[in-house]
């Protein structure tokens, strides 16, 4: 049973550019959640989705972040006209339900030129 | 404000020998508290989960305490070994979500040979 998976696990982006980072939950889950870990600092809970739906986005930037859970395929969080800061390790986490344990995957590594 | 902080920042020890790393927390009121192990590069694994309720949960060599009067808890390794070398990460849940983690800065473990 593989665990979640992201990918890719480092991406290089000019500022300006669109970073796409994917992420497919374990086998079975259906509740996705994107960390965010600066450099030094403790993961930030970003947003949590169920598949077609956002449930709670207050941790997501209110400009050029997005996130989507499709019906079919994997969770995407989009990063719109890429800044300095906004590079760092970013996690996705996926659970059974609402209030189990999340189980975290190995993270993308974004780095803004 | 939420917050969770852990102490040490560091710490270096000896193959074998025993440690204990710490937790503070102001969250209030919360659902569960957890440790997670985070290997460089890696993404948190989940070590041990406690509710309000519980004062101690042991997995292995792991073992958890949690004071919810004083807001404390720690984790307890024990006879180190050297694959222990890692960051380790107190997380408690957000009042306004259980799925909502709230992470402290954790504490970067070395066990040397």
């Known amino acids: 049973n593989a665990g979640v998976m992201q990918n890719p696990r480092h991406l290089v982006r000019r500022r300006g550019q669109e970073a796409r980072l994917r992420c497919s939950p374990m086998k079975g889950h259906s509740h996705v959640y994107w960390y965010r870990q600066l450099p030094e600092e403790g993961l930030k809970f970003m947003v949590y989705l169920q598949k077609e739906n956002i449930i709670d986005e207050s941790g997501m930037p209110k400009e050029r972040f997005s996130a989507e859970f499709p019906k079919e395929g994997p969770s995407i969080l989009r990063i719109q006209q890429v800044v300095r800061g906004d590079s760092a390790a970013y996690f996705c986490?996926?659970?059974?339900?609402?209030?189990?344990?999340?189980?975290f995957g190995p993270g993308t590594r974004l780095t803004v030129l | 404000k939420n917050q969770v902080e852990q102490s040490p920042q560091s710490l270096i020890i000896l193959e074998g020998k025993n440690c204990t790393l710490q937790?503070?927390?102001?969250?209030?009121?919360?659902?569960?508290l957890r440790w997670y192990k985070q290997d460089t590069g890696r993404g948190p694994v989940s070590l041990t989960i406690m509710t309000f309720s519980e004062n101690t949960k042991s997995n292995g060599r792991y073992t958890a305490t949690l004071d919810a009067d004083t807001k404390q808890s720690s984790l307890h390794i024990t006879a180190s070994q050297l694959s222990d070398s890692a960051s380790y990460i107190c997380?408690?849940?957000?009042?306004?979500?259980?799925?909502?983690?709230?992470f402290g800065t954790g504490t970067r473990l070395k066990v040397l040979a």
């Open positions: 937790c503070n927390y102001t969250v209030s009121p919360f659902s569960n």
């Open positions: 997380v408690v849940s957000d009042p306004s979500g259980t799925y909502k983690y709230i």
């Open positions: 986490a996926s659970s059974l339900d609402g209030t189990d344990t999340q189980y």
